[in-house]
């Protein structure tokens, strides 16, 4: 199976299908913190609907070439652009470590509060993102990282150690090690035979492994590592598993949700939009020291997390994912087909930069479900250029332009 299709294969498994089995059988009591109780039910039924749609395209629909594009970029090859972003990275980590910590995300200011370094360091965590993926698409060909690279790889595992605010960034750290190791064990990136049930149960077991490491810094991250250990441990594995659940059922509960209330209502939508061309505004005013106000509702997880949290307060924020990012576009099914489009071609993007047939490894598919979420959840951010989930999709057609052979073209 190629690489992209597997990714948006264990995004849908992850965040759809496992919350919502574990819900039927248990009330979804869990979510006692979101409110409404939407119709989860019509919410898996479009899920399902998106993926046999989404089956269809990418099976039939044929690959746009990009003629024009018809050599090969070098500068990430070089190493000396990701040497240089590594060093300026790590400065700015060190920064944020010493003024937040790792509690920016739940208890640091708003952005328009925080340090003038802040929105930098989140755009250059961007442009790291993309480095690590081309890491991985150069060792999954099975060549070496030159020098420059494995020092810009390990600068940038230190930074996303420092600035670490999210789950994912623990995935992000050991990843970049398991790089920096694939010379001792490559089978840490790629698996070159074809999984048997041992491998199997070894995933399995890293999976849940990792799932745990996940759970508990997420939870540090509100709550303070101490009492994180003792909730985690104390309270049992049953309280540990409705923590995961809790977390990984947004993106099923903003669907139902927004399909319940908001699937016509264009108001809501248009809302949507501008919220985001706001956003621009504002963002262009941090950059260039401008006093522009910042927006109450500068993004589509801002909005989202006002429909779905009961408390929600400034430092709330929680993308709907792709799915429920379709009904913040005006004039539904429109949002339905620029969906599917869009994560067709984010998807193509992933088969192309990792071109080799050999299979990834866990620790990194789950690394690239991590971009992947960073580039379509919330796709309606798409129409702020100086959004996250922009800057991403920049980057990542960055890195397939600087992984195609010479004599090929640019197909997506």
């Known amino acids: 199976m190629r690489v992209g299709l597997s990714v948006l294969m264990l995004y849908f498994v992850l965040y759809y299908f496992v919350p919502y089995l574990f819900g039927v059988t248990t009330g979804f009591f869990y979510l006692d913190y979101l409110d409404g109780s939407p119709n989860m039910h019509a919410a898996i039924w479009f899920v399902i609907l998106f993926g046999v749609l989404f089956a269809l395209l990418y099976r039939y629909l044929p690959k746009l070439r990009i003629g024009f594009v018809d050599i090969r ?3 990430l090859e070089s190493g000396l652009v990701s040497l240089f972003v590594a060093v300026v990275f790590l400065y700015f980590s060190f920064l944020f470590q010493q003024d937040y910590g790792f509690q920016y995300r739940h208890k640091g200011d708003p952005l328009s509060d925080s340090a003038p370094y802040m929105l930098y360091l989140m755009l250059i965590r961007l442009y790291i993102n993309a480095f690590i993926v081309y890491c991985i698409a150069v060792l999954h060909q099975e060549r070496n990282l030159n020098n420059n690279n494995k020092l810009a790889l390990l600068l940038s595992g230190v930074g996303i150690a420092l600035s670490a605010s999210v789950s994912f960034d623990m995935v992000a750290i050991v990843v970049v090690f398991m790089c920096l190791a694939s010379n001792i064990a490559p089978n840490f990136v790629s698996m070159k035979r074809q999984p048997g049930m041992r491998v199997l149960f070894k995933s399995l ?13 997420g939870t540090a991250n509100k709550i303070g590592f101490e009492r994180a250990v003792d909730y985690l441990l104390h309270d049992g594995f049953g309280s540990f598993i409705e923590a995961v659940m809790a977390r990984i059922s947004i993106f099923l509960f903003s669907l139902a949700k927004v399909m319940d209330e908001h699937i016509a209502d264009f108001s809501f939508q248009v809302a949507a939009i501008m919220g985001n061309l706001e956003n621009l505004q504002f963002r262009i005013g941090v950059l260039f020291g401008l006093d522009i106000p910042r927006p109450e ?9 006002e429909l779905i949290y009961i408390n929600a307060n400034d ?3 929680a ?3 792709l799915l429920g ?4 576009l005006p004039l539904f099914p429109l949002g339905l087909f620029l969906g599917l489009l869009y994560s067709l071609f984010v998807v193509r993007l992933l088969d192309g930069i990792f071109a080799n047939k050999s299979r990834l490894a866990l620790l990194p598919v789950l690394f690239l479900m991590s971009v992947f979420q960073t580039t379509v959840d919330g796709f309606p951010d798409l129409a702020n250029p100086i959004s996250l989930t922009f800057i991403q999709l920049m ?3 960055f890195v397939r ?4 052979v010479p004599e090929t073209r640019m197909r997506v």
């Open 73 to 75: 970029f070098t500068l």
């Open 297 to 305: 509702l500068a993004s589509t997880g801002r909005i989202n997390s």
């Open 205 to 217: 077991f890293y999976f849940f492994v990792i799932g745990f490491v996940l759970v508990l810094f």
């Open 395 to 397: 980057f990542l057609i």
């Open 319 to 321: 993308t709907p994912g």
């Open 315 to 317: 430092r709330n924020g």
């Open 401 to 404: 332009l600087n992984v195609l």
């Open 325 to 328: 990012s379709m009904f913040y």
